[in-house]
Nanobody
Framework: QVQLVESGGGLVQPGGSLRLSCAAS????????MGWYRQAPGNQRELVAR???????NYADSVKGRFTIYRDNAKKTVYLQMNSLEHEDTAVYYC?????????WGQGTQVTVSS
């Protein structure tokens, strides 16, 4: 079972940047599709960005051009670089790992965008 540990959340002003990290304990990290999701109070959890084992990415329309997902297979880590943050990006961000029938979640990290 994959264990995921997120870090990098915090409080940032509008227009600022944060980088989230998600470290996996999987012995074999490479085959997993890794994703970042977020959930704001009163909302459903939604996909922010995803990267496949081959490096293909997709993004929610609301973050295209502002967020970048990338992975370092040697470090078993996936990152989410978030630029030009907006109030609407405030949420708990969760890391996800999928491979075959395996679907695992991290505990989440809070991102708050506020002046």
């Amino acid at each position: 079972q994959v264990q995921l540990v997120e870090s990098g959340g915090g409080l940032v002003q509008p227009g600022g940047s944060l980088r989230l990290s998600c470290a996996a304990s999987a012995i074999i990290f490479r085959p997993y599709t890794m994703g970042w999701y977020r959930q704001a109070p009163g909302n459903q959890r939604e996909l922010v960005a995803r990267i496949t084992s081959g490096g293909s990415t997709n993004y929610a329309d609301s973050v295209k051009g502002r967020f970048t997902i990338y992975r370092d297979n040697a470090k078993k880590t996936v990152y989410l670089q978030m630029n030009s943050l907006e109030h609407e990006d405030t949420a708990v961000y969760y890391c996800n790992a999928q491979s075959g029938e395996s679907n695992c979640w991290g505990q989440g990290t809070q991102v708050t965008v506020s002046s």
